[in-house]
T-cell receptor
Framework: GEDVEQSLFLSVREGDSSVINCTYT??????LYWYKQEPGAGLQLLTY?????DMKQDQRLTVLLNKKDKHLSLRIADTQTGDSAIYFC??????????????FGAGTRLFVKA | DARVTQTPRHKVTEMGQEVTMRCQPI?????VFWYRQTMMQGLELLAY????????DSGMPKDRFSAEMPDATLATLKIQPSEPRDSAVYFC?????????????FGPGTRLLVL
């Protein structure tokens, strides 16, 4: 079945850039997402990219999509201690019956050292 | 500021007791998801509904878990009887279901501890 994989941990120093990587298997993905989960809270959508795009930038966030390799990355520039959280990659695709499904990765825990 | 609400936020109960968790999706969203999150298993999809109809509950232990949507503003997840291994954070999420762009909006979760 379809799968989304991410590394479990990433540690960076404050001020450095963070790059969180994700690979997925479903070639019919239409949208790919990055969600952020802070301690004690639910997941919040950070950003998303449509599958016909290869890059999207939003302030400190840059999303890169390599559709050929089914690889998605999230770059956080000038990482701050407030960016410490779990980051989930997710992909959604149409089921062809008018419905769609979304699959989440296991999440990457980002630690930012002051 | 529309958001998904969940009650209760915390629940401590004894093994064997019934647990009911409630979720109010964002008004106008036609898709509701129930997830369970643990350190060991991560985020697991338990069930989801579209237009109040259950579409997939394959992630849910059928013998003790049940999920319903009595109306468009309320989704429930019940565990009966509860067991210690059910201890987890249970999230509800809702989505508008807009042509494959399924941005999910998560509630704050119900933290369940079964003793």
């Amino acid at each position: 079945g379809e799968d989304v994989e991410q590394s479990l941990f990433l540690s960076v120093r404050e001020g450095d850039s963070s790059v969180i990587n994700c690979t997925y298997t479903d070639s019919s993905s239409t949208y790919l997402y990055w969600y952020k989960q802070e301690p004690g809270a639910g997941l919040q959508l950070l950003t998303y990219i449509f599958s016909n795009m290869d890059m999207k930038q939003d302030q400190r966030l840059t999303v890169l999509l390599n559709k050929k390799d089914k690889h998605l990355s999230l770059r956080i520039a000038d990482t701050q201690t407030g960016d410490s959280a779990i980051y989930f990659c997710a992909e959604s695709s149409s089921l062809g019956t008018g419905g769609f499904k979304t699959i989440f990765g296991a999440g990457t825990r980002l630690f930012v050292k002051a | 500021d529309a958001r998904v609400t969940q009650t209760p936020r915390h629940k401590v109960t004894e093994m064997g007791q019934e647990v009911t968790m409630r979720c109010q999706p964002i008004l106008g969203h036609n898709t509701v998801f129930w997830y369970r999150q643990t350190m060991m298993q991560g985020l697991e999809l338990l069930a989801y509904f579209r237009n109040r109809a259950p579409l997939d509950d394959s992630g849910m232990p059928k013998d003790r878990f049940s999920a319903e949507m009595p109306d468009a503003t309320l989704a429930t997840l019940k565990i009966q009887p509860s067991e210690p291994r059910d201890s987890a954070v249970y999230f509800c999420a809702s989505a508008k279901g807009d042509r494959g762009k399924e941005t999910q909006y998560f509630g704050p979760g119900t933290r369940l501890l079964v003793l």
